[in-house]
């Protein structure tokens, strides 16, 4: 139980272009998901929380109309980067509450991200 | 927020070995969790431990939360074992720590 799924696992674009990356709980209800980043060999930086039906909170420093977050129901969670460029390049991870333990989280697959 | 330190940050073993990871922690928490990421990224769950000890199979792990630490036991290690292993702590974010990197040598 307790299974996160990401889509697409990797993804390459060009500069200038949108990418939307799509974190579904697949054996759960999350009424809570989170976005993370992480930069080769280092650890992971959180970006934002994603309620479902509510505005995603964001944490200091990353940019709202560059990271998108939309949170339409219990199972999904999408994170659109908006006019990439390569600086966005990175492991994009997400994870999810299991409503039976609101502390405990499951973390996707993870989506590898090159801009070109 | 919270700061998480984990000892040591990396960790050479010969197959068989046994090691010892330590979380330190700045602040009372209702979540710690211990994860693998192994070499595709994907982080496993290994434990949820905000206190006490459990044992799954050749790991085991124990988090004092009064003296705010974790430690993670690896017991006669594998090949399969090596990859980055992090502690995270939270009251409703987690925070991560840098991480412990182990190879396990054949």
């Known amino acids: 139980g307790a299974v996160v799924s990401q889509h697409p696992s990797w993804v390459i674009c060009k500069s200038g272009t949108s990418v939307k990356i799509e974190c579904r709980s697949l054996d759960f209800q999350a009424t809570t998901m989170f976005w993370y980043r992480q930069f080769p060999k280092q650890s992971l930086m959180l970006m934002a929380t994603s309620n479902e039906g509510s505005k995603a909170t964001y944490e200091q420093g990353v940019e709202k109309d560059k990271f998108l977050i939309n949170h339409a129901s219990l199972t999904l969670s999408t994170l659109t980067v908006t006019s990439a460029h390569p600086e966005d390049s990175s492991f994009y991870i997400c994870s999810a509450r299991d409503g039976g333990n609101e502390y405990e989280q499951y973390f996707g697959p993870g989506t590898r991200l090159t801009v070109t | 927020g919270i700061q998480v330190e984990q000892s040591p940050p990396d960790l050479i073993l010969q197959e068989g070995a046994n090691s010892t990871l330590r979380c330190n922690f700045s602040d009372s928490v209702n979540n710690l969790q211990w994860f693998h990421q192994n070499p595709w990224g994907q982080l496993i769950n290994l434990f949820y431990?905000?206190?006490g000890t459990k044992q799954n199979g050749r790991l085991s792990a124990t988090t004092v939360a009064t003296e705010r630490y974790s430690l993670l036991y690896i017991s006669s290690s594998q090949t399969t074992d090596s990859g980055v292993y992090f502690c995270a702590v939270s009251n409703y974010k987690l925070s991560f720590g840098a991480g412990t990197t182990v190879t396990v040598r054949a």
């Open positions: 431990i905000p206190s």
